[in-house]
């Protein structure tokens, strides 16, 4: 399923989009920058009734009203927070409100969705950073959802905030978003040797991101197909189909990992083994393009290593 992230130098209200979202206050009242833009352009008397019928609507969350005289069908007003100092839960009440905005979006059927940069303008969000929380915070539905197919589209004008925003797409790779589908490649099951073990790696929005867009190998020197299913990672041989992982991913960086034991299809034998061989694979696996020629070098590396281990045992 092909998704797409895109930045624009425009004005929100001029996109064309299924739905636009506008950055708004808990009140849902009219106010100044974008949210006064779209109230002007979708008329200020109908827009305020429609939000004035719903009333309130907390931080990190979402509401959806008609588009009214916009060329959007409808308006999504999305509350983001007030920066503070990043450490009073900022990051997760922004990437919130993209995530219930982008559910607004598709249980309303919306193919592509309009968005500024939520807030950065006077919330005093910095933009960079706002930036990360938003890309990953798409990017991370997107993958989860990839039958939504969304197009979203981010409407800015400030020439600097632009720059940020492009250069983030480039390192995310979000730009053109394929998502890997357990579909794409041929799977069998793991057998029933097999272990569960805890594994500790924290892992960062961008680095969630990445691996939720999943592999699919591009040809057989590629040695692993993974994707991500109802938040569970499957990693399997390319070559065979077998899953070999199967990592139940938490926010809190402690991840249940259930490992293949058949000696034909992975070749470590312990538990620390396994976390050491798995570690080094996310580690590849969150950049931003994976390598799999460096992968592939460093496999080899590895299984002469334990070889001439076993030899001098």
């Given at each position: 399923?092909?998704?797409?992230?895109?930045?624009?130098?425009?004005?929100?209200?001029?996109?064309?989009?299924?739905?636009?979202?506008?950055?708004?206050?808990?009140?849902?009242?009219?106010?100044?920058?974008?949210?006064?833009a779209?109230?002007?352009?979708?008329?200020?008397?109908?827009?305020?009734?429609?939000?004035?019928?719903?009333?309130?609507c907390?931080?990190?969350?979402?509401?959806?009203?008609?588009?009214?005289?916009?060329?959007a069908?409808?308006?999504?007003?999305?509350?983001?927070?007030?920066?503070?100092?990043?450490?009073?839960?900022?990051?997760?009440?922004?990437?919130?409100?993209?995530?219930?905005?982008?559910?607004?979006?598709?249980?309303?059927?919306?193919r592509?969705?309009g968005?500024?940069?939520?807030?950065?303008?006077?919330?005093?969000?910095p933009?960079?950073?706002?930036?990360?929380?938003?890309?990953?915070a798409?990017?991370?539905?997107?993958?989860?959802?990839?039958e939504?197919g969304?197009?979203?589209?981010?409407?800015?004008?400030?020439?600097?905030i632009?720059?940020?925003?492009?250069?983030?797409?480039?390192?995310?790779?979000a730009?053109?978003?394929?998502?890997?589908?357990?579909?794409?490649?041929?799977?069998?099951?793991?057998?029933?040797?097999?272990?569960?073990?805890?594994?500790?790696?924290?892992?960062?929005?961008?680095?969630?991101?990445?691996?939720?867009?999943?592999n699919?190998?591009?040809?057989?020197?590629?040695?692993?197909?993974?994707?991500?299913?109802?938040?569970?990672?499957?990693a399997?041989?390319?070559?065979?189909?077998f899953?070999?992982?199967?990592?139940?991913?938490?926010?809190?960086?402690?991840?249940?990992?259930?490992?293949?034991?058949?000696?034909?299809?992975?070749?470590?034998?312990?538990?620390?083994?396994?976390?050491?061989?798995?570690?080094?694979?996310?580690?590849?696996?969150t950049?931003?393009?994976?390598?799999?020629?460096?992968?592939?070098?460093?496999?080899?590396?590895?299984?002469?290593?334990r070889?001439?281990?076993?030899?001098?045992?």
């Amino acid at each position: 399923m092909y998704s797409a992230i895109e930045i624009r130098k425009t004005s929100i209200t001029d996109l064309e989009t299924d739905a636009i979202v506008n950055a708004a206050n808990e009140a849902l009242a009219a106010g100044g920058g974008v949210c006064g833009a779209i109230f002007r352009a979708a008329g200020h008397r109908e827009l305020q009734e429609a939000c004035d019928g719903i009333g309130h609507c907390d931080t990190g969350d979402a509401v959806i009203t008609p588009g009214f005289r916009l060329k959007a069908g409808y308006v999504i007003h999305a509350v983001g927070p007030r920066w503070q100092d990043g450490r009073h839960g900022e990051p997760e009440k922004l990437r919130s409100a993209y995530r219930r905005s982008l559910e607004l979006a598709t249980a309303h059927h919306c193919r592509s969705v309009g968005f500024p940069l939520i807030s950065a303008g006077i919330f005093g969000y910095p933009p960079e950073r706002a930036w990360v929380d938003a890309v990953s915070a798409c990017m991370e539905f997107l993958v989860l959802h990839p039958e939504a197919g969304l197009r979203i589209v981010f409407a800015v004008l400030d020439e600097r905030i632009l720059a940020l925003g492009e250069n983030m797409l480039r390192q995310s790779g979000a730009s053109g978003l394929r998502i890997a589908e357990k579909r794409d490649w041929k799977t069998l099951d793991m057998p029933e040797r097999r272990d569960t073990f805890m594994l500790e790696r924290p892992l960062t929005p961008k680095e969630k991101a990445a691996l939720c867009r999943g592999n699919v190998p591009q040809d057989m020197g590629d040695k692993w197909f993974w994707y991500v299913e109802d938040g569970v990672l499957c990693a399997h041989r390319s070559w065979s189909g077998f899953c070999i992982y199967r990592i139940v991913l938490k926010d809190d960086g402690r991840h249940t990992v259930t490992v293949n034991r058949d000696p034909e299809q992975y070749g470590c034998t312990s538990i620390d083994e396994d976390r050491e061989v798995l570690s080094r694979l996310l580690d590849r696996w969150t950049k931003p393009t994976y390598d799999y020629y460096e992968q592939w070098l460093s496999e080899t590396a590895d299984m002469l290593d334990r070889a001439g281990r076993k030899r001098n045992e």
